[in-house]
């Protein structure tokens, strides 16, 4: 890959947290806000531009009472009960409620997991813009070194939209990816060595554009076919692109494998606040202080119900019957696109919604004990949603 070595830093031993068990719970709580400090990063910098203060308007927000499943609980019930690390409400591009909880602070970077995947998705809307790439683009046309393998006839939109057709076992590969990619330390084999050497070595199933399946590989993918359409590294491009132009407080940061490889299936980190800037800004329609960072364009697509994704992502194992016109799109959970409703979503319960009807961004970060723990991630959706229509009403 040509990459240059990514230096490792070595972590004063807390609570039993280590290299090889920090995403696992209980550790995972102390571990996700400590990234750097376990595992390779590269920095996401911020620039020497000024902050852009968002300006408080806080309310009492905790005690709002909503209902799930026939219970009624609070937000701050359901802050609890769901392990949050940090929570963020940005109404109308003001401060509404912030709260932090156990050790992490608001200069504390958090993993995102999956939430990187939309970073990522919205980065490459600003090289589809400058036309260095299209979405109907195939992926070897980027990578040659590829073609002759699984990623023949894969097009960059069937990466952004989950519909790539690679022989992936979901319950064994998602997890094996961490290990790949160097979220932690591991022994074991018969895995690939690392990442790039995964996405060449893949082996096909369905054929692409076919049904919606969750494939981290993909992301990472996207994320390969962006350094190569902009010649740097994705912390690099990302930097200069997006991360310094929101007016962060705080450098970002994104695992990487051994091989210097980013790790944009899940493995960027920033603050909450910063975070919230960043959704801020989707909301916006890709406009910060008056500038456009990310073209309206792009950010609009998850606004225009595609009735093909939608039928796609019914058929699949995600679907949700109180969701009937859901789907997964550009790298987003769209929950409504006729209203603009839409989440970035990672394991251990990371989200960010973005719900246009309030003119509101819900930023949480998490540490759920279990990776996908449906029950939780249902209870915190349904207290965001419920405070969010609450807005709107």
């Not at 006839?153 to 992936?168: F, K, V």
């Not at 051994?258 to 975070?275: K, Q």
Request: aromatic share 10%; hydrophobic share 40%; with cysteine.
């Amino acid at each position: 890959m040509g990459r240059a070595p990514v230096s490792e830093r070595v972590v004063e031993p807390k609570l039993g947290v280590s290299t090889s068990n920090w995403i696992a719970p209980p550790y995972n709580r102390w571990g996700f806000h400590h990234v750097r400090d376990l595992t390779r990063t590269e920095r996401i910098a911020r620039g020497d531009g000024p902050v852009i203060e968002l300006p408080r308007a806080e309310e009492d927000l905790g005690g709002f009472v909503f209902e799930h499943e026939g219970g009624r609980f609070s937000v701050e019930e359901m802050l609890e009960r769901t392990y949050t690390d940090a929570f963020l409400v940005v109404r109308e591009g003001a401060i509404r409620y912030e709260r932090y909880f156990g050790t992490m602070t608001d200069a504390d970077p958090h993993l995102l997991m999956s939430v990187s995947k939309s970073l990522t998705s919205t980065l490459c809307g600003v090289f589809v813009a400058r036309g260095s790439l299209h979405p109907d683009d195939f992926v070897v046309s980027h990578i040659p070194e590829r073609r002759g393998t699984a990623w023949e006839d894969c097009t960059i939109q069937h990466l952004l939209d989950m519909r790539a057709g690679l022989d992936w076992d979901y319950e064994i590969d998602e997890y094996t990816i961490l290990d790949v990619s160097g979220y932690r330390t591991h022994v074991r084999g018969g895995i690939p060595h690392d990442t790039a050497a995964w996405i060449g070595s893949v082996g096909s199933g369905p054929s692409h554009g076919g049904p919606f399946r969750y494939i981290s590989l993909a992301a990472d993918t996207l994320g390969w076919v962006l350094e190569r359409v902009a010649g740097g590294t994705l912390a690099t491009l990302f930097a200069r692109e997006i991360w310094s132009e929101l007016g962060v407080e705080h450098d970002a940061f994104i695992i990487v494998d051994g091989e210097g490889f980013p790790v944009v299936e899940g493995g960027i980190c920033t603050t909450l606040r910063d975070l919230g800037r960043f959704g801020q800004m989707c909301l916006s329609d890709g406009l910060v202080d008056g500038r456009e960072v990310v073209p309206s364009a792009w950010l609009r697509r998850v606004a225009a119900p595609d009735h093909e994704l939608i039928a796609e992502f019914r058929a699949s194992a995600e679907a949700n019957p109180a969701r009937p016109n859901a789907f997964y799109h550009d790298c987003w959970w769209i929950w409504d696109a006729e209203r603009g409703v839409y989440k970035a979503s990672g394991m251990n319960g990371q989200a960010v919604l973005i719900h246009r009807p309030s003119r509101t961004v819900v930023v949480k970060l998490s540490s759920h004990p279990g990776a996908l723990d449906a029950a939780l991630f249902a209870l915190q959706d349904a207290g965001m949603e419920a405070l969010c229509e609450s807005f709107a009403g």
